[in-house]
Structures are given as C-alpha cells and as structure tokens.
C-alpha cells in the first residue's frame, strides 16, 4: 500500500499512530454499524479497540480503513470532512504545546518536531516573503500514488482546521495549492468544502496565508505550560521512537552499503558490537538481520521501479539475487504483484515500455549513486 519510507524509522506495519482519524471518520459516516465493522475490519480493527485509548495503528492498517469508509460513502473527499473533526484536543499534550505557543510560527515547528504524536503522514515546512506565508507539506513516508486523494485532503483539512484552534475565527486561509490532479468536478467540489480557493497540479502542496499570522503573539501563549508540554512531548516521541532504534540504524547501514550489500558481522562491527550481540538485540526487537535485509531490499525495489527505467534484470542483480526470477518471486511475495504490474499501477506506466526487456548493464547508471545516495538513507 505504502511506498517508500526514507527519512523515518517507522515501517509501514509499526503500531505507532493513534485512532483519532478513524474516530472522526466514524462520526460523520452515514453507515450503519455492521458496515463500519466491516470498514474496520479492513485494517484489523473492531469496534472495541476504537474505546481503548492505548490503541495504535500502523500506516497500513490506517489507509486500509480510511480507504474503506471513503469507497462505503462513495466520496473521494472523505478525507477533508474528517480532517474538519480534528481540533487541538484530538492530539493530546502536543494540541496543548501547540496551543500554549508565544507564536504561529512557533507553533507550527511544533508540530514539525512532534508531527508523529498528531498522526501527520506529511512533512511540515515553513516559508515566507513578508507578505504571503506558506506552509509546505511534503510525503515523507511515500504515499501510494493511487491513494494520494486520500492522504492529502486530509492532512490540508486537519491542519486548517489546527491554524483556525489556534488563531481564533478571525484566521482565513488565503488559498490551497495541491500537487495531484483531479477532474474539474472534485477541483469544484475542494474548493466548495473549504471555502477558498483550491489550485491543483501545482508543483508542491501548500495552505497559503498572511505572513503577519507567523509572529504575532498568541492569544493562550504561556511559558510555563508550553515548556512542559514540550518535554512531555519529547519523552513520548523518544519511547516511541526507541524500540525501533537499532533496527533503523541497521536499515540505514544496509541503505548506503554500495553496490556489495553488508553482511551481519559487517553490520555489527559498524555498530561495535560483536554478531551474535547483534543478532540477540535484533531478537529482543522481534526482528533480525534477514528481516531487515529484506525490507531495504523491498524498499529499493519500488523506488527502482517507481523513479528509474531499470528493468528487471538490472533491479534484481543491483539487489544481489542469483537471478531475475528469484526477485519477481520476492516482489510478488511482498506486494501481492509483479514488478511491472507495481510500476504500472503506481506510475501510470511510465518506464513501462523499457521494463523487463535488455540486459543489466543499466544498472551502473542507477547502482552505486542509487545506494549511497543520502535521501535513500535513514536520517540518523
């Protein structure tokens, strides 16, 4: 479902997300409870488990469910009446430390820094010229292509709604910039649902203000409140983010390893810890070099497949499989297709016309740049 995943440690099974949206998405669906059973069912939930606040979902889970209840109400902007449900008291501490901020700007690297404790599957960026403030968003998880819709309605919608909590009712946006495509039914409809003007096909993803929002105090601005809210926040973050510690680091080790793929005890003498320390920590986390070794390799073969006209062959031995064969396996295996039906479904069949014909010798032009390459690896 997912794509690539480049500058978090968090993999597209982690359970680390809470329920808010689901909730929202339940509030406001006309559905009658067997269907909303059935729409959490989609992504292995029940009904119960959305009563138990320690309840956490992964990426997966969270776009199988949300994909199901936008299919159940046959609406593609779904998303951004659920983003509309989502005010500062859906997140917790961090709605308080964003609240409690001396500014909007302030504010919002906030929600950067803790965008893991309000669910955004967007990267959060700040910008101006004086007159026109941007606040950028880009996929830092690597969004499907197909479900594109899904996710960046609602993350336009929840921030909005974020910047009306905090600013009062006297904020407005001045317009909305999104970087997919839509038929001009759904570019009226966008616009229609959220009351100003929705630019679509733009180069980036973007909400657009008055840049005198960014530094003018807040109305609940408090020192205190905020500084303890902030080191709440941080040791949150820092337990979520430690159990998948070690493991990160390996992925990232194997992500800018070179054309030669390392091997364990290579591994472990990076990390200055012998194999077998290696391996006990890696069972202790449920996971294991072979694990992980499969992943990146998963990982590298979308963004192949997605991003380079490199043919079957050329992914497979850059991968180091004895033979095309044994990768078209492995990736049907782990996505439940081929790597051309992947490339054509998620790309619209672009580099589909060059892929699985001619020999490997491509591969020297996307092998050893493609794996030392810094945005293919983990940020640690």
Partial sequence: MMGLIDTTPITFDDKIFSTAEILAAVSISACGDEQIGACLAAGGLTPNDLQNPACRISLNQHGLIQAAFTQGADDPLLGLEVGKRLHLTSYGIVGFALLSSPTLRDALAVAAQFGLLMNLKLALQVSDDGETAQLELSDQYGLSNHQEGLWYYLEISKLMT?????????????????????????????????????????????????????????????????????????????????????????????????????????????????????????????????????????????????????????????????????????????????????????????????????????????????????GMAAIG
Avoid at 204 to 232: E, G, M, P, V, Y
Avoid at 340 to 365: C, K, W
């Fill in 162 to 374: 974020l910047l009306k909590d905090i600013l009062g009712l006297d904020f407005q946006c001045q317009g909305v910039e999104l970087s997919m495509g839509a038929s001009d039914a759904e570019q009226q409809r966008a616009a229609l649902c959220l009351g100003l003007p929705v630019r679509f096909d733009c180069e980036r993803t973007a909400i657009r203000f008055s840049a005198h929002w960014l530094d003018s105090r807040l109305a609940q601005a408090n020192s205190i409140t905020h500084a303890s809210c902030k080191t709440t926040c941080q040791t949150q973050v820092r337990d979520i983010l430690q159990k998948y510690d070690l493991s990160y680091q390996v992925q990232n080790l194997l992500l800018s390893s070179g054309q030669c793929i390392a091997s364990l005890s290579e591994i472990a003498g990076r990390l200055h810890l012998s194999p077998r320390t290696l391996r006990r920590r890696l069972d202790a986390l449920g996971t294991s070099y072979n694990a992980l070794l499969v992943e990146v390799r998963k990982k590298l073969a979308i963004r192949y497949l997605l991003n380079t006209p490199m043919t079957t062959e050329a992914i497979s031995e850059q991968l180091n499989y004895s033979d095309a064969a044994n990768f078209r396996h492995a990736f049907k295996r782990w996505t439940g297709r081929s790597p051309r039906e992947y490339r054509v479904l998620n790309n619209g069949g672009q580099h589909a016309s060059r892929f699985g014909h001619g020999n490997s010798s491509s591969s020297g032009a996307y092998g050893s740049a493609a794996w030392a390459d810094p």
